[in-house]
């Protein structure tokens, strides 16, 4: 299984991204899908996160500004960021719950990380 990230970049405080994370290879089926970002020196954090089911969870610190949402035909992931800061600079990876069999417990997939950088 891959994860693909796409769609980083550097945007003015304000200004939007949108973040995409396609699953590729060979499974039964993703849990859950979800994008966590880290800077140096700390820990990487949960940003935002959708079940199979499409539920969402978000950080209180994106709530209101980043909408995750999920292409379960395409098996892929968005963050759409909206309100951009410069505390969002980060590496933004994705991540998936993704069972290589339905009766399997679910193994944590990473993708490769996009740089986001909110400065003007």
């Known amino acids: 299984v891959q994860l693909q990230a796409s769609g980083g970049g550097l945007v003015q405080p304000g200004g939007s991204l949108r973040l995409s994370c396609a699953a590729s290879?060979?499974?039964?089926?993703?849990?859950?899908m979800g994008w966590h970002r880290q800077v140096p020196g700390k820990q990487r954090e949960l940003v935002a996160l959708?079940?199979?089911?499409?539920?969402?969870n978000y950080a209180d610190s994106v709530k209101g500004r980043f909408t995750i949402s999920r292409d379960f035909a395409k098996n892929t992931v968005y963050l759409q960021m909206n309100s951009l800061k410069p505390e969002d600079t980060a590496v933004y990876y994705c991540?998936?719950?993704?069972?290589?069999?339905?009766?399997?417990?679910?193994?944590?997939?990473w993708g490769q990380g996009t740089q986001v950088t909110v400065s003007s």
């Open positions: 991540n998936a719950k993704v069972r290589s069999r339905s009766f399997y417990s679910p193994t944590d997939y």
């Open positions: 290879g060979r499974f039964a089926s993703i849990d859950v």
């Open positions: 959708i079940t199979g089911g499409g539920d969402t």
